[in-house]
């Protein structure tokens, strides 16, 4: 299975700036999930990212707050622009390297907004 | 209405005993796959088995098997010989459809906690 890695494992942001989360996959993929978890929440799916072409948002989530690139097969950006302290949460990269096979995740970015 | 519910928000258990966690599920299509991952505390998600809607045999992988009972739409994960190790957050999750790369949705949850 596919080996991903994210990174920052775990960042403590001040009301208002950005972050962007890194997520590098060892093979190509075609489509990459963005998830977030709140505290003590279950997952939630963010958006989908396919390579080429613009990310697909759920319900509540806008790009202009979570802006996400996918610039080739194997890595994908997300950004939590302007963060309030809602927005703490972890924020998990997951990958199906084949179709219909589990998704498999990244360590996830633990994110404290101060 | 929720697609995947998770009843038990907490489970107990002595080490080496067996564990069941419950998941019920709704959906009307008739192709779908149900998957339980565990969480430890460190936070990853580790993928631990697959049952497919139109698998004839219950899943097993070593000391996980998953009791599925399509005609009740539940999907219940059970642990064998408990560890301490087995100590973490366990979501149950489906993916609808014949799609090959839909997403999943997650249940809340049941934090299981495995005691000497």
């Known amino acids: 299975s596919a080996v991903i890695s994210q990174k920052p494992s775990r960042d403590i942001c001040q009301r208002g700036t950005s972050l962007t989360i890194q997520c590098q996959v060892d093979?190509?993929?075609?489509?990459m999930f963005w998830y977030r978890q709140q505290p003590g929440q279950s997952l939630t799916l963010i958006a989908t990212a396919n390579q080429g072409s613009e990310a697909t948002y759920e319900s509540g989530f806008v790009i202009d707050k979570f802006p996400i690139s996918r610039p080739n097969l194997t890595f994908s950006t997300l950004t939590v622009s302007n963060m309030s302290p809602e927005d703490s949460s972890i924020y998990l990269c997951s990958v199906a390297d084949r179709p219909n096979s589990p998704l498999h995740f990244g360590n996830g970015t633990r994110l404290t907004v101060t | 209405a929720q697609k995947i519910t998770q009843t038990q928000p907490g489970m107990f258990v002595q080490e080496k005993e067996a564990v069941t966690l419950d998941c019920t599920y709704d959906?009307?299509?008739?192709?779908?796959?149900l998957f339980w991952y565990k969480q430890p505390s460190s936070g990853e998600m580790i993928f631990l088995i697959y049952q497919g809607s139109y698998d004839q045999q219950n899943a097993t992988e070593g000391r996980y098997s998953l009791n599925f009972q399509k005609a009740r739409k539940s999907a219940n994960l059970v642990i064998s010989a408990s560890q301490l190790g087995d100590s973490a957050m366990y979501f149950c999750a489906m993916r609808e459809g014949r799609a090959g790369y839909s997403t999943l949705t997650f249940g809340k949850g049941t934090m299981l906690l495995v005691s000497p």
């Open positions: 093979s190509q993929v075609t489509m």
């Open positions: 959906t009307s299509d008739p192709s779908y796959g």
